[in-house]
């Protein structure tokens, strides 16, 4: 099944990996979230990110994603 079938009209939540560390010029470190929720867009054929953070249970909580619908990077 194409993952646009499986996710048309509907909220998901993509895991981005690991923790991920960034640098500004004044190397200052910022951690950046790890989980990005997906919302469709008016007629379900595209979505955009409504959300970031690193809390996934609150994330799924919120939005109502069952784990079916965390799609998790594979290494």
């Known amino acids: 099944m194409k993952w646009e079938e499986m996710f048309f009209g509907k909220c998901f939540i993509s895991d981005l990996g690991g923790e991920q560390v960034v640098e500004n010029g004044d190397k200052e470190e910022l951690l950046l979230d790890r989980y990005a929720v997906w919302s469709p867009m008016p007629g379900g054929k595209s979505h955009q ?17 069952p784990q079916d619908r965390v799609c998790v990077l594979v290494q």
């Open 49 to 65: 990110i409504v959300e970031i953070g690193s809390n996934l249970e609150s994330l799924m909580e919120k939005y109502h994603i």
